[in-house]
């Protein structure tokens, strides 16, 4: 018996992971369109259509062919083929689940996201009201103050902007910019952010508003939270760095450059617009001359920022573990200290402190930070990368394989800048290191 292949409402799109698919089977990651012959999209946009539940054989034979005379060679190689398109995305393969004797499923939340007429974009918002830009300039207020520790009160006040004004592109773009901060910082999971990022960054899109930070910020979406660089690169390298403002799109150009092993390009980038009078950039350029292995560089840059804003706290900590990296554990212990991190022992940043000290020659006291995170939290941490670090320093292999290990499964934000880190040039004999670096290697798509 043969029938037409039911047909998806066009009107209709699904999202999962940082992956969309419309109704006429258009798979994307972010703005990219991905190859999918006629049969993987009629195969898709079923899986899609039962958002996780179970595609029987009979079912699948009926939507996707139409009828029932195909051979199971036939289902298995285009499940097969479809997968191989998923294989090097940040979800895998397993994205699609075989479910032996019931069929398959798509094994990863999927969302229905856009309803008819939304997809074409989206209306001209009004300008923001008074107390919408109010709300707006106090997110940003705690935004700027380069504390991690502060960047949830920014968001709270950047979505109650979002709620009065939900197409303000300026706090879209700083709402996302302010998540992927965190997790840059170790302080989120990529799986538990993607989904958010990728609709927030679909609406700015939508809106052809601040076009060149949204771009940016779709090149470091791509690069560091989804760990694909090397279409980050392909799609943006041959024209993004000479068309991008300075500012913060210049800064999310630079981060990809750092993490991708290509610090001493982002120098003259970023060098040019330091500002004696202004403190943005000077951490990130402090970084980029740190991972050429330039000490004395990054730890003046850093001293110059706090002599624009002593009250940074992100670019102290910095600071601290630039000199402990760079044997000078005196001061290193003096700028940690004065950040007060050590004596808040709930914070997310106490890797931070636990890696100074383990630097510093303060083995006890970092065992006793590492210790105390193991029980009560496991191996399931925040900052995975840091902890790794520390207690590579500390001589337990083991439990930095581990450790490590965790950072590249769930793709730890400080994972890619953290492999380039210039001290680590004095483990290169770890087993540990090596098993880090390799698997970074496979996971972290990097192939210029």
Known sequence: MTHSPIQSNTHTSWTFGPYSLDGEGNLRIGPTVLHLSPLQRRLLLA?????????????LLEEVWGHTQVSEVSISRTVHGLR????????????????????YRLDVPVRVAVQAGVEGGVKPSAFPSAQTLSTFVEGMVWVRRRDPRLLPRAERHLRHCLDMAPDFTSALVALVATRLARYQWGLLTAHGIENELEVLLRRAEASGDLSGEVLALRVEVLSLLHWQPDLAEDRFARWLPSQLPEGAPLHSWARHLIATGRASAA?????????????????????????????????????EQLAIDGSLAGARLVLSLVL???????????ELETTAIPADPVNGLQAFTALILALCGQSAAAQTHLRHVIDVQGQSLEMTSLWGLTALVLGEDDLAANLLDQAVHHRCGLAPFVRHLPGLSRFEHSPALARFQMAMKNRFRCTF
């Open 324 to 334: 402990a990296d760079g044997d000078q554990p005196e001061q290193a212990l003096r």
């Open 47 to 59: 899986l899609a259509r039962q958002q996780g539940q179970v595609l029987s054989r009979e079912t």
């Open 84 to 103: 191989r398109v998923f294989l090097d995305g940040p979800l895998g393969s397993s994205v699609i689940r075989t479910i032996y004797g019931g069929g």
């Open 267 to 303: 120098r003259p980038l970023l060098e040019p617009h330091l500002n004696a009078d202004n403190p943005d950039g000077w951490l990130l350029t402090a970084v980029a001359c740190w991972m050429t292995g330039d000490h004395g560089s990054a730890i003046g840059h850093l001293r």
